[in-house]
């Protein structure tokens, strides 16, 4: 997966490479620093509702946040492209980010979501620092 940051309120983004084989590499970003990441596909697996949740045991059993474990496993409207009977084996990425440097991990589910009739990247992000957590999602708008 190759992610090319853009321009944001002045800042530019550092380009990378991410291996999706859970291999660590490191990775120096001009926004975050030094960090440590892993990459790696994971399947899904279809509820009664038609929805497909992530099969994923996350990390951050550790923090306090109660939003921080459901909203990584959270079942989605997976695109159509990516839903189909047998494709749920590859339908999320996941990754696993650490800051050695300032001390926080991060955990994030990625996804190519249905918001009505439109789809979207997604990313559902917990950052924690000890025992404190905050969680994000972002919508990347498909061109």
């Known amino acids: 997966m190759v992610l090319e940051p853009a321009l944001a309120a002045g800042l530019e983004g550092t380009p990378e490479k991410r291996q999706l084989n859970?291999?660590?590499?490191?990775?120096?970003d001009t926004l975050f620093g030094r960090v440590i990441i892993r990459s790696h596909y994971i399947s899904g697996q279809k509820i009664e509702d038609g929805r497909i949740r992530p099969l994923l045991e996350p990390f951050t059993k550790v923090v306090t946040n109660p939003d921080a474990q459901s909203m990584l496993?959270?079942?989605?409207?997976?695109?159509p492209e990516i839903s189909g009977a047998d494709k749920t084996e590859r339908a999320f990425i996941h990754d696993?980010?650490?800051?050695?440097?300032?001390?926080?991990?991060?955990?994030?589910?990625w996804a190519v979501e249905m918001m009505g009739e439109e789809s979207f990247l997604t990313r559902r992000v917990v950052v924690w620092k000890g025992s404190y957590a905050e969680v994000a999602r972002v919508f990347y708008r498909l061109a």
């Open 22 to 28: 859970w291999t660590k590499f490191e990775h120096n």
């Open 73 to 79: 496993t959270e079942a989605v409207v997976l695109s």
């Open 96 to 109: 696993s980010i650490c800051s050695e440097y300032h001390g926080w991990k991060a955990e994030q589910v």
